[in-house]
């Protein structure tokens, strides 16, 4: 009976303490992991070499095609982009693109923005490279994105030359990951409307992130057809402009009253700054924990049984394809009401003049502001000046 | 008050101006809001990192400059609108003047139903084009009416309202290219 009751002991306190032990979501990989490429790969930065330790970091993932694709000279310099391609153990062309860019601005370690992107991208890399999945992946760094995302425009506009497992068709989803790590809050940033993409991601992250706020100062169409977006402009914005449904990750605050977007509530804000340093960076003691939960997000939505269906619908859902969206009807109903309110000016306009000739013109009693003379008190001399209406008589003759 | 206005130019000048700014803020401070945020993001201004009030005060000040600029052309393109059409026999400060009195309530309009937008980003898309033009027009049409009847009679009526409607399709189809 003794050993009966030490067993179930045992077995009761086994059970409470795996249900209590439940780790939470951000800490369930290993952040030194993180830490350690976070700190290399900004060390690479030093000398210029972070393109290169990137590709040697690529080929270090398993069943992954890497190459690069060099962008045209820019600024006597030969930037690149580098790919990391993982096929499907289907044949399919579907594919999801995950990004980050691995520039940042001059004189800037730039650990947020955006080490901290390639951080994760280097997990996602690590967690799925032995993973089945029913689609392809395209791991892509982006070159140059702070000099006016030009990588990532260059991947859109010669999309051919990438050699990826598709069209921009066959492109389900692109995940953006942008200085996740220093912000004071976790976003998912999909469309101006909440959306089920959105939802999946934000469910994805067992409570590490939050769907950003689409009423406040956020992804609108701009030009007829565009899109933009007015706080968060980064790498997805060109995806999203030919049409991919995009996922942006990023750290920081939306404030609703001034419809803004900042980095830090405590003013510990370093983004596109040389303040940006892995030291600064390490102030925020849940850094690694946002790395890892970004990555640990985007591995749970693509292993999802899921992801996939919802994902093919996710077109469907873009918001410049609805009427009440794209700026191109608004701007169509204005130019049929211009050509309205044109075409009853004419109108109008003739009937003035039908007026003007059949009315004589009088010169008025004119009742401006700040008593401007009248005709009749410039011109009139004679004693019936107060005379409403002025004739040849009254400006020309002279009277005693 | 208003007759005491009246009588007094310079101040009803100042006035006009003032109004013009509070409205042209008070119609823009959503882009204007957007504009230093980009400011923050692209330039690295940092004195407005993670304060409100920091946002809202540049935000004041930089529409007070733009209203305040945007106040004077106002002026002086009224006088290339009324030079272009040969109309010289009005008084031209204070037709700016009214100008800048109409525009002002249709900035003021326009602010009005661009709340809307904060609600809901179906009408930032609408309202960004409909709301400006809806106040254009009402008030374009006031103030011609106001206009005509101070200073114009049957025989001149014609060139003026045919001045003030390609006025307005310019200002329109400005309004949307820019």
């Known amino acids: 009976m003794k050993k009966f009751l030490t067993v179930l002991a045992l077995i009761t306190v086994l059970a409470v303490s795996l249900a209590t032990a439940k780790v939470s979501f951000a800490e369930s990989s290993a952040p030194v992991e993180a830490l350690d490429f976070l700190q290399q790969f900004i060390d690479s930065r030093s000398n210029g070499g972070e393109s290169a330790f990137l590709t040697d970091k690529f080929n270090q993932i398993e069943n992954l095609e890497v190459s690069t694709v060099q962008l045209q000279d820019y600024d006597g310099v030969a930037p690149h982009n580098i790919l990391g391609k993982k096929a499907s153990y289907v044949k399919t062309n579907s594919q999801v693109i995950i990004g980050a860019h691995y520039d940042t601005v001059l004189n800037s370690q730039g650990a947020n923005d955006n080490a901290s992107g390639i951080t994760a991208l280097y997990l996602i890399m690590q967690q799925l490279q032995n993973v089945d999945l029913p689609f392809n992946v395209v791991y892509v760094a982006f070159c140059c994105e702070e000099d006016g995302m030009l990588g990532s425009q260059h991947f859109v506009n010669s999309f051919d030359d990438y050699k990826t497992f598709g069209s921009i068709d066959d492109t389900i989803v692109m995940f953006n990951l942008d200085s996740i790590a220093n912000g004071d809050n976790l976003y998912v940033g999909c469309e101006s409307v909440s959306t089920p993409l959105a939802d999946f991601v934000v469910n994805s992250s067992d409570g590490a992130m939050t769907e950003k706020p689409h009423a406040i100062g956020t992804n609108y169409g701009e030009g007829l057809l565009g899109y933009s977006d007015i706080t968060t402009n980064a790498d997805y914005v060109c995806f999203r402009s030919v049409g991919i449904p995009t996922v942006n990750i990023f750290s920081g605050n939306f404030d609703v009253v001034t419809w803004s977007y900042y980095e830090r509530k405590d003013g510990n804000s370093t983004m596109n700054t040389t303040a940006d340093t892995l030291a600064n960076l390490q102030r925020d003691g849940e850094y690694l924990n946002k790395i890892n939960a970004v990555a640990n997000t985007v591995v749970a939505t693509l292993t999802n049984d899921e992801f996939l269906p919802m994902a093919n619908c996710a077109r469907s859902n873009l918001v410049n394809l609805k009427l009440w969206y794209n700026p191109l009807y608004p701007l169509i109903v204005m130019a049929l009401a211009l050509i309205v309110i044109v075409i009853l000016a004419i109108r109008y306009h003739k009937r003035l003049q039908k007026d003007s000739l059949l009315n004589p013109a009088e010169a008025k009693q004119t009742d401006t502001f700040f008593g401007a003379p009248s005709a009749t008190d410039i011109f009139s001399f004679g004693n019936d000046s107060t005379s409403s209406s002025d004739n040849a008589d009254d400006i020309f003759s002279y009277k005693d | ?178």
């Open chain 2, 1 to 178: 008050m208003i007759q005491k206005l009246r009588q007094n130019y310079r101040l009803s000048n100042t006035l006009s101006i003032l109004a013009f700014v509070v409205a042209y803020i008070f119609c823009s401070w959503q882009m204007l809001i957007y504009a230093c945020n980009q400011a923050y993001l692209q330039l690295g201004f940092t004195f407005v990192q993670g304060s409100k009030g920091a946002f809202v005060v540049a935000s004041i000040f930089c529409g007070g400059i733009i209203g305040l600029v945007l106040s004077i052309l106002v002026y002086y393109a009224a006088n290339i609108a009324l030079n272009f059409a040969h109309i010289y026999n009005i008084p031209r400060a204070e037709y700016g003047m009214l100008l800048r009195l109409y525009f002002a309530l249709g900035l003021a309009l326009c602010g009005v139903l661009k709340i809307v937008n904060y609600f809901t980003p179906l009408f930032l898309v609408w309202g960004d084009v409909l709301f400006p033009f809806v106040s254009l027009t009402v008030i374009g049409w006031l103030f011609y009416k106001r206009t005509a009847d101070l200073y114009f009679n049957s025989a001149t009526l014609p060139n003026y309202f045919k001045t003030c409607i390609i006025a307005y399709a310019v200002f329109v189809v400005l309004g949307v290219i820019l």
